[in-house]
């Protein structure tokens, strides 16, 4: 039996690495290239132990790892040890946006190769090259490091979104947790046109000046198809649209939801900016079947927002985006940050205050990270307020803490105001308590108090009419799986 383990393990080309239990399109867009191309793909998640020990017995060729910056500290851990055990036996790549901006990652101890940009067509030649015993040192898009040298080579010109295989969504077919989720992610596009300084999207564009138009539509007969493929092998309740740009090309936005509301027709969710959310546009939306919507405020403060962050937003623009997203009924949540260069206890209060008047079902708030090569680390470290662009280990997650915090006088306050956040925007009259309570050093019970009203009013929303037992089951395995995420 042992020796039959061995044997089928060798023949895993590549097995990927992820931090979260949701779909991610990244991944299965990459394994639906390779799968195409004859090779064999899987998936796994964990602790960084769980991890180990899931490599160390498929004993992959390739191992990727998707890396963000925060999580990049437990990918290169990983990468490190079980270079460590297998050596030559196995190759590490590790691709994103982390290793996009920050190429001095192919230094990293356990590292072979960094990915840059978009990932198909690179990591396809480079299983070709290790198929055929050829060498891969010049593929574009990807950073070598070889017996002792770098081989750094350049950015190659943008795919055609249409031209790529549908998402690979069987590869994860042995995480029950994912696989049975009756919400299904899907993309019309990649890249965003916007110039929010907090964002990577300016600095991608720039990489890829010359090499094609950043921002790419799929046609509407080919996102349909997907589609009409997903909704019959799958039977999913609801589809999640991650686009950046989804109600951007008007023209584009009409003639999908007709397709969609005539051939799929189930729920949908989606994300869009609040200045494009006319009410023609949300009537069309809600027509079609959206149940819904998330859009970014980031900071209730509009010298931040539009001088800072350069969201060029203004609060009418975002509360009458909350009307009438009311007036057809949809559901929405708001995006929101903590943390922000020139921010201060008063400001996080603009931001609460906001969703107080706009009234989302749900308030997200995150930990501001400073991201390499972004407008606003740049003026993080101009202003002093950190020394170097880094997200520490411990803050991996976007959710506890920064390194702006961990210097800020009102820090503290801050990230308690944020736990309880959305409790206010709740019961607004609890607000002259929660000035008190941020005084009060009971901090466990605050980021309690965040994570039980997220599970409540909106992660159980997420999956259109999921049941109780659905939603109950879901908090608990998150809550069980909480550690793997650091």
Request: glycine residues 4%.
């Amino acid at each position: 039996m042992q020796n039959k383990t061995i044997t089928e393990s060798k023949k895993l080309d590549m097995l990927f690495v992820q931090n979260y239990y949701e779909q991610m399109l990244g991944i299965m867009q990459i394994s639906a290239v390779l799968k195409q191309n004859g090779f064999t793909t899987d998936v796994i998640l964990g602790t960084k132990e769980d991890i180990v020990k899931k490599i160390l017995a498929k004993k992959p060729r390739v191992v990727g790892f998707y890396c963000t910056t925060g999580f990049h500290h437990k990918n290169l851990a990983i990468a490190k040890e079980i270079k460590k055990m297998l050596g030559d036996e196995i190759l590490t790549v590790v691709g994103g946006p982390h290793p996009t901006f920050v190429p001095s990652a192919i230094e990293a101890a356990g590292v072979d190769i960094i990915c840059r940009g978009e990932g198909e067509q690179a990591v396809l030649e480079l299983m070709k090259a290790l198929r055929d015993n050829k060498d891969y040192t010049n593929i574009k898009n990807l950073t070598i490091k070889k017996e002792g040298k770098i081989y750094e080579n350049d950015i190659s010109p943008l795919c055609n979104l249409d031209d790529l295989p549908f998402a690979d969504r069987e590869i994860y077919k042995n995480i029950e947790y994912i696989y049975k989720n009756k919400r299904y992610e899907a993309m019309l596009s990649r890249g965003c046109p916007f110039n929010c300084t907090f964002c990577s999207a300016a600095a991608f564009r720039k990489i890829y000046e010359g090499k094609g138009d950043y921002t790419r539509f799929r046609s509407v007969p080919n996102v349909i198809k997907e589609l009409r493929d997903i909704k019959k092998r799958y039977q999913p309740t609801c589809f999640f649209f991650h686009d950046d740009t989804f109600v951007f090309k008007r023209n584009y936005l009409y003639e999908f939801l007709m397709a969609y509301k005539k051939e799929i027709n189930i729920p949908f969710a989606c994300l869009i900016r609040a200045d494009l959310a006319t009410d023609e546009t949300v009537k069309l939306l809600k027509d079609a079947g959206c149940y819904l919507i998330s859009f970014g405020i980031e900071s209730g403060n509009e010298n931040i927002r539009n001088t800072v962050l350069k969201k060029n937003l203004s609060n009418e623009k975002i509360l009458k985006c909350a009307e009438v997203l009311r007036k057809y009924k949809i559901p929405f949540a708001t995006f929101n940050m903590v943390g922000l260069p020139d921010e201060n206890l008063k400001e996080t209060w603009d931001t609460v205050d906001i969703n107080v008047k706009a009234k989302p079902n749900w308030a997200w708030f995150s930990v501001y990270q400073t991201l390499p090569h972004t407008e606003l680390a740049r003026y993080a470290l101009e202003k002093k307020y950190l020394g170097e662009v880094d997200v520490a280990e411990t803050d991996s997650s976007f959710h506890e803490n920064s390194l702006i915090l961990k210097n800020h006088s009102e820090g503290k306050k801050m990230l308690r105001l944020k736990n309880m956040a959305n409790l206010i925007i709740k019961i607004p009259i609890l607000k002259p308590v929660v000035r008190i309570a941020l005084s009060l050093p009971f901090d466990s019970i605050y980021s309690l108090i965040d994570k039980l009203l997220y599970f409540v009013f909106y992660y159980s929303k997420l999956t259109y009419k999921s049941g109780l037992l659905d939603r109950i089951h879901s908090a608990f395995f998150i809550a069980r799986h909480m550690k793997e995420f650091k």
